[in-house]
C-alpha cells in the first residue's frame, strides 16, 4: 500500500528528484514549496509522514515543527543541508522523529522513512528497495532480503544500505549486465552524467568486501562502456 509523504522544500528540482525516487518505492509524496502553506496542506493531503526542510521561505521548518507536533500525530521527519548539532538537537527537541542530511543516498532516505513509518503502524513490510522474505544463494554466497544479512562461505559480510542494495539488484540479475545509469538510479536517484564514479567506488567496495581481486575481479566483472555484471559462477 502507498504511503504518503508532505514534502515541504523550496528546491524544486531537489523536491522533484526526491519525490520521483520515493515514488518508484512505494511513496505517494505531494510537495509544497512555502512553510506557511503547511498546515493548509496536511489538511488537504492527510499524509502518513511530513518530511521537511528547514530553510524554507513563508516559516522556517523549526517553527513548523514547534507548531504541528501538538497536532500531527505522526512521524516529522527533518530533511536538510544543515549538518551542525544545534540544529539538529533543536530538531529533535522540537518533536521531529528523525534528522537526515540531503547528502543521505536517496536508498537510505528510503529505508529510514520505511523505519518511521513501520514504527507508527502505517508500514507493514520491509522497505521496498528490497523484496521481503527472499533469499539469493548462489554456491557460498548467501543474500537475505528481509534480515538484510550477506554471508559467505558461512562468514557474515557487514554492508551499509547502499551497497546492500547495489548487492542484491546484481544478484537479482545474476549473468546479465546492468547498465551504469540503472544502477546510479538505484542508490541514488539520478541520471549517470558520464562522469560521477560512485557506482564505480561502490563496485570496488563490494569486491574487497566479497574477495574479488581487484586487478582481475571474476565475482563481480566490468563490462567495458556498459557496466556490470556479478557472475553467478566462482562463489
Known amino acids: 500500500m502507498s504511503c ?4 515541504i ?6 523536491a522533484t528528484l526526491i519525490q520521483s525516487f ?15 502553506e503547511a498546515a493548509e496542506a496536511i489538511v488537504r493531503e492527510q499524509p502518513d509522514l511530513l518530511l521537511l526542510d528547514i530553510l524554507l521561505p513563508g516559516k522556517d ?17 527533518m530533511f536538510t543541508s544543515l549538518d551542525s548539532d544545534l540544529n539538529q538537537i533543536m530538531g529533535l527537541e522540537l518533536g521531529a522523529n528523525d534528522y537526515i542530511l540531503k547528502t543521505t543516498p536517496p536508498a537510505v532516505l528510503a529505508a529510514r522513512l520505511n523505519v518511521q513509518l513501520r514504527q507508527h503502524g502505517n508500514r507493514k513490510t520491509t522497505p521496498a528497495v528490497t523484496p521481503p522474505s527472499q533469499k539469493i ?9 528481509r534480515s538484510r544479512d550477506v554471508t559467505l562461505n558461512g ?18 540479475h545474476a549473468g546479465e549486465v546492468q547498465e551504469r545509469e540503472s ?13 560521477d564514479r560512485s557506482i564505480d567506488i561502490a563496485i570496488s567496495r563490494l569486491r574487497k568486501k566479497l574477495g574479488d581481486d581487484p586487478a582481475a575481479p571474476v565475482r563481480i566483472k566490468t563490462i567495458r562502456n556498459k557496466g556490470y555484471l556479478l557472475s553467478p559462477y566462482g562463489w
Do not use: M
Open 155 to 172: 562468514q557474515r559480510i557487514v554492508l551499509s544500505t547502499t551497497d546492500f542494495d547495489l548487492l542484491w539488484h546484481l544478484a537479482s
Open 61 to 77: 521548518g523549526l517553527t513548523l515543527c514547534r507548531e504541528l507536533r501538538p497536532v500531527f500525530d505522526k512521524p516529522i521527519v
Open 9 to 14: 522544500e523550496d528546491d524544486i528540482e531537489l
Open 183 to 195: 544502477l546510479l538510479q538505484l542508490v541514488r536517484g539520478l541520471s549517470y552524467d558520464g562522469l
Open 22 to 36: 520515493l515514488a518508484r518505492h512505494g511513496f505517494d509524496v505531494v510537495i509544497v514549496t512555502r512553510g506557511d
Open 4 to 7: 504518503k509523504v508532505l514534502f
Open 137 to 145: 544463494t548462489l554456491g557460498g554466497l548467501d543474500i537475505d532480503g
